[in-house]
């Protein structure tokens, strides 16, 4: 849309304003349109890998693709960490069922089935996807194209396939950002709950939503996207992520030994060796991320340090006022 060229941040910006406004609605309008949306991109994905199994196209470079030779400026090393940084973006969210246990019926058989099945036919989805870009396009397409998808989806249906997958794509995006504010929200409710931020942020409205911690959630997602680029917010939400995992990890072992009479109901394959070996991988993903990507790794250990530090203040002070 060429008249909105320029204003890809103000856009962004009124996108997350109108979901955060439809997730206020209500708890059943925001899942609604989660459901609609992630079958809607599963399945347009699932029809251009069905298509690019099925579909002949001509041997040899599209006219319209750009042939390079793709290695990283800097090192191998730095170009890992940058594509495993989109590796963590694109599988984060996993967990995202565990906020939303108390709205839960039946959350001991529930949520194992959730995270696990979600992670499977994600990694199913992806996998089958690359292997059809591979299958369509060539490696040095591949390394030098921004959207390989629409890309391959061009060699396929000809000059409707790139509106078909940017569409795609655009649902994909509304997806992941309305899954975002429905769980987000329900994180600072808890803290709240917990005395880590003020109290009125456990304030709910009539449709089951957090309204108060969605404003926030919205208001912060606004400021990061006005604040940065894409890469950097990805950058940053990398580090971010794995730090909670490794935390996540960590914190397992450590339950499961001091306290061995809590009722866990799902247990863990292989544990603990199967923690033990994510966990390795999330330290190893955090360090590479420093040496390989300093600027942002500091940048998200000043914005935990600082999210740290209010917290303390903040139960500093509800402990004065207690006492």
Known sequence: MPPLA????????????????????????????????????????????????????????????????????????????????????????????????????????????????????????????????????????????????????????????????????????ISSINAALMYIPRILFGMSRDGLLPRSITSVNRGGTPSLALFLCALASIALVLSGSFDTLIAIGSVLYVAVYLSGFASLLILRRHEPDLPRPYKAWCYPWSTLLVLLASAAFLLGSVIGDLKHSLFTAILVLLSYVASILIVREKSHEQA
């Not at 941040?9 to 996108?15: D, N």
Request: glycine fraction near 8%; charged fraction near 10%; include cysteine.
């Open 6 to 173: 320029g204003h890809v941040r103000l856009l962004a910006a009124v996108v997350l304003a109108s979901l955060a406004l439809l997730n206020w609605i209500g708890l059943k309008t925001g899942s609604r349109a989660q459901e609609i949306t992630s079958l809607a991109k599963a399945l347009g994905l699932i029809a251009l890998v069905i298509a690019a199994f099925t579909i002949s196209v001509k041997a040899g470079p599209p006219s319209f693709l750009p042939r390079s030779s793709f290695v990283h400026p800097h090192s191998i090393f730095l170009g890992l960490m940058l594509a495993l940084q989109g590796v963590v973006i694109t599988y984060d969210g996993w967990y995202a069922p565990i906020y939303f246990v108390e709205e839960d019926r039946d959350p001991a058989k529930n949520l194992p089935r959730s995270m696990i099945g979600t992670a499977l036919s994600c990694i199913a989805i992806f996998l089958l996807v690359n292997a059809a870009l591979f299958h369509v396009l060539h490696m040095d397409h591949l390394a030098g194209s921004q959207m390989p998808a629409v890309d391959a989806a061009m060699l396929l249906f000809g000059s409707y396939g790139r509106g078909l997958i940017l569409l795609v794509s655009v649902i994909a995006v």
